[in-house]
């Protein structure tokens, strides 16, 4: 039975994934919340798939047992840089170390990800979940884009979610100000900005030779929402952990998109896994799109640069 179009991605979701087993020796591949769940999967791919891992995170401590883990499994160069993406001057700081460090990008992955029940707001007095989910990735991309494009032909993917489809998003109250918060909402309203401006980057990246792509990393077990309240934690841990799945798909999905040579050239799409797939229509509405670029540029600081 075919389902509406609406629906297809439950299916998509039981269906085979596409694998790669190319190697990508030396390519150097940033990735932004590598210290667990899909990130440190992806992580492990890629280590194993023989790239430069320049991991951005918030745990320093984790991240320097994760770099060392993956020397010992696989010879693997694994740098780490600190950064906590509810700062954006930390962002910044990320994005100049990297810029000044590493000769090309042929990889950025952004995944750092949180998911919050109750409403709370930055330094910078943004929601929580708006800016590490999407500001931080808009910032940190947009200002590694002039090395990435030296360095094309590139890849660029950002992991979003299936949560998209909670809509959510309100441009004039993204703080949720005048409405009563709802974590699941909120947190589709951050990937449904990521998404929208997915495909914005994608039209300017056109001929480049550097490719955006974002994807949803299958429902798999991982902290993704532990930082909340007893009652969340527990229907986590023993209602919803049973039926997700193991996150090293995860991991295997974002190497397959950003290793396979099938994927070179293919931009702008949203991919659950590995399968190309209709993203909601509210995600895939352009002129607010262009809106949400606006003031993504404004709310990080980027307003009247190239
Ligand atoms: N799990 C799923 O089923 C699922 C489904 C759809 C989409 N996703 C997406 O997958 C991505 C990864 O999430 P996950 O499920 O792997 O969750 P996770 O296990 O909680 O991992 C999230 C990662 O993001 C980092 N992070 C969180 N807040 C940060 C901050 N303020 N600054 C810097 N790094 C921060 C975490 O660092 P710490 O180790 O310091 O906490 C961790 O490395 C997210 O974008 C999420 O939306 C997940």
């Excluded at 994005?95 to 998911?115: F, Q």
Aim: overall charge positive; proline content about 3%.
């Amino acid at each position: 039975m075919k389902l509406p179009e609406e629906l297809q991605f439950i299916a998509n979701a039981r269906m085979v994934q596409k694998t790669t087993d190319v190697r990508i020796d030396g390519r150097v591949c940033v990735i932004t919340g590598a210290t667990s769940g899909v990130g440190y999967q992806a992580t492990r791919r890629l280590a194993h798939g023989g790239a430069r891992v320049v991991t951005v995170c918030r745990n320093r401590e984790r991240a320097t047992r994760i770099q060392k883990e993956l020397k010992r499994e696989y010879d693997a160069q694994v740098d780490v840089l600190q950064a906590d993406f509810s700062r954006l001057l930390d962002v910044r700081k990320a994005a100049e170390t990297i810029l000044a460090d590493y000769a090309r990008i042929d990889v950025l992955i952004n995944n750092a990800g949180v998911h919050h029940t109750q409403r709370t707001l930055t330094e910078d007095g943004i929601e929580t979940v708006f800016c590490v989910n999407h500001l931080a990735s808009f910032l940190l991309t947009r200002l590694l884009l002039p090395k990435i494009i030296e360095s094309a032909p590139a890849r660029i993917i950002q992991v979003n979610s299936q949560g998209h489809r909670f809509g959510g998003l309100d441009l004039d109250d993204l703080n949720w100000d005048r409405r009563r918060y709802k974590g699941l909402q909120a947190y589709g309203a951050s990937k449904v900005a990521q998404l929208l401006t997915v495909w914005e980057l994608a039209d300017q990246l056109e001929g480049t030779g550097v490719t955006i792509n974002a994807m949803h990393p299958g429902e798999v077990r991982t902290n993704i929402g532990m930082n909340n309240g007893l009652l969340y934690r527990l229907y986590k841990r023993y209602l919803l952990w049973w039926i997700l799945k193991d996150p090293v798909i995860s991991g295997n999905a974002i190497y397959y998109l950003a290793a396979a040579p099938e994927m070179a050239g293919v931009s702008g799409r949203f991919f659950n896994l590995t399968i190309d797939e209709k993203p909601a229509p509210h995600a895939l509405d352009r002129s607010i799109g262009k809106r949400i670029w606006k003031i993504s540029e404004e709310l990080t600081g980027l307003s009247g640069t190239d």
